[in-house]
């Protein structure tokens, strides 16, 4: 089910529950525009040929109980964040993101991750948040380090990407450990 949940991260980002089909066509141009930079980090950019594929992703939401947002930059399409793999039961979730390389380096992904860290602690009662990144991917690293989280462990050859097998970095964060302030 796709959520109605907007949250306002700072004056200049917003994320907005994404619209069916609206969105699908900001979703396709930048991973279009992007391609041979996103693909490096998200094999699932090879699969995306056409707007109908970015189309049956959001349409695929509807059956989800993820919470994806759109990251709007100052009104425009930066990206794509959101709390995946909900664990009510265990009060975990994970947080998953991808960035337009024009935004990277503005802070836009950390304030944004920080706002579903609160969104999850505080409002979906989570105690613990995940988050996975390719150990080579050093920009990528640096967020969940910023916010705070502890490094849990590289699950070994964990994801196939375009350049072969990839370690993957855990990171986790536990409510009492959270003090906003990162």
Sequence with gaps: ?????????SGDIQLVPPRIPQDASSIFEALHTHRESLRVWLPFVDFTHSLQDSENYLYSLKDSDEMVFIIHYRNRFAGLAGLKNPDRENKKVEIGYWLVPTCEGKGIMTRSCRRLIEYAFDKMDMNRILIQVYVENRKSRRIPERLGFQEEGIEREGELLVSGFSDVVKYGLLKREYNGNN
């Design 1 to 9: 089910m796709i959520h109605s949940v907007t949250l306002s991260v």
